[in-house]
C-alpha cells in the first residue's frame, strides 16, 4: 500500500510541477524574486524525489545498484529536509525586507547543513534496508538515533513552517485570496508532515520501549500522511501561479462577455 501511495503522489506531484514551469513567468529582474522561484523549484524536485525513493520497488533499487543498504531512505530523507528548506526560503520573501533577504537564507542554509551532516553521520553506523530504516521499527539504537534524528528535525521546521504560512495566509485573505489559499494549502501540506513525524517518531519509541502501534498504522496512517504532505506542498505552491495564469483570465473573460450580452 506504501508504494501506491508514494508512487501516485510522485506522479501528482510531477504534474504540478509541469503546471507551475508552464505557467509561470519570468519574475522582475530583482534578487529576491530569483531567489524565491528558485527555491519553489526546489521544493517541486525535493517533493518528488523524497516520494519517489519511498517507494518500495525503488528504494530495493537503488540499494541494490548503489550497493549500499538504506542509501535510497537516506536519500528520500535528505529531500525532505530540503523541502523545508525551499520552503522556509520561499517564506523570507514574504516577511523579511530586501536588505535582509541573503543573511536570512544563508542561516537557514548553515542550519540545515548541520543537520544533513549529522544524519549523513549517523547514518554510515547503520548497515539496514531502506525498508527497515524508513520504518516504525528500528533495529537497534544506531537505527533509532537516525530515525529520531531525522523527524525530531522534521517535527520542529514543518511545525515553524505550518505556523508561518497559515499566518502568511491569513493576512493575504483579504487582498489576494488566491495567493492566500496557496499558502493554506501549502500550510495544510506541512501540517501533514508533522502529522507524519509525529506519528513515526511517537511508534519507534514505543517500539523501543517493547510495544507496538497498530499495524494500521504503519500500512495507512504514516505513508498516507507522508505522501498528503509533499503533494499539499507542491499544490499549494503552483496555486498561486495558475491561479494568476489561468482562473483570472477565465474570470476576466467570462465577465467581459456576461458585461456585453447584458449591454443594449
Not at 514551469?21 to 519574475?27: H, I, V
Not at 526560503?89 to 547543513?113: D, G, L, M
Not at 539496514?128 to 528500528?138: C, R
Not at 498561486?240 to 443594449?264: C, D, F, M, N
Request: aromatic fraction near 8%; charge should be positive.
Amino acid at each position: 500500500m506504501a508504494g501506491l501511495i508514494f508512487g501516485v503522489c510522485a506522479v501528482l506531484i510531477a504534474v504540478s510541477a509541469a503546471i507551475y514551469m508552464a505557467c509561470t513567468s519570468q519574475p522582475a529582474r530583482q534578487e529576491a524574486y530569483y531567489t524565491a522561484r528558485r527555491a519553489r523549484i526546489w521544493a517541486f524536485v525535493s517533493c518528488f524525489l523524497g516520494s519517489f525513493l519511498t517507494v518500495p520497488s525503488v528504494a530495493i533499487t537503488v540499494d541494490a545498484f548503489l550497493g549500499r543498504n538504506g542509501i535510497s531512505t537516506l536519500g528520500g530523507n535528505l529531500f525532505a529536509i530540503l523541502a523545508t528548506l525551499s520552503l522556509a526560503i520561499v517564506s523570507v520573501n514574504w516577511t523579511h525586507p530586501s536588505a535582509h533577504i541573503r543573511r536570512a537564507v544563508v542561516s537557514r542554509i548553515f542550519v540545515v547543513s548541520c543537520v544533513m551532516a549529522a544524519l549523513t553521520w549517523e547514518f554510515h553506523l547503520t548497515d539496514v534496508t531502506s525498508a527497515e530504516l524508513a520504518s516504525m521499527s528500528p533495529s537497534s539504537t544506531q537505527v533509532a538515533g537516525y530515525m529520531l534524528t531525522h523527524l525530531g528535525y522534521l517535527t520542529v521546521a514543518a511545525t515553524a513552517i505550518t505556523l508561518r504560512y497559515a499566518a502568511l495566509a491569513r493576512a493575504a485573505w483579504s487582498g489576494r485570496r488566491i495567493a492566500a489559499a496557496g499558502l493554506a494549502v501549502t500550510a495544510a501540506g506541512t501540517l501533514s508532515g508533522v502529522v507524519y513525524a509525529v506519528s513515526r517518531a511517537g511508534a519507534a519509541i514505543t517500539h523501543l520501549h517493547g510495544h507496538d502501534w497498530p499495524s494500521v498504522m504503519e500500512a495507512y496512517v504514516v505513508p498516507a500522511a507522508g505522501a498528503l504532505a509533499t503533494l499539499f506542498i507542491t499544490v499549494g505552491l503552483s496555486l498561486p501561479v495558475i491561479g494568476h495564469r489561468v482562473i483570472l483570465p477565465l474570470r476576466r473573460a467570462v465577465s467581459a462577455q456576461t458585461a456585453k450580452r447584458a449591454a443594449p
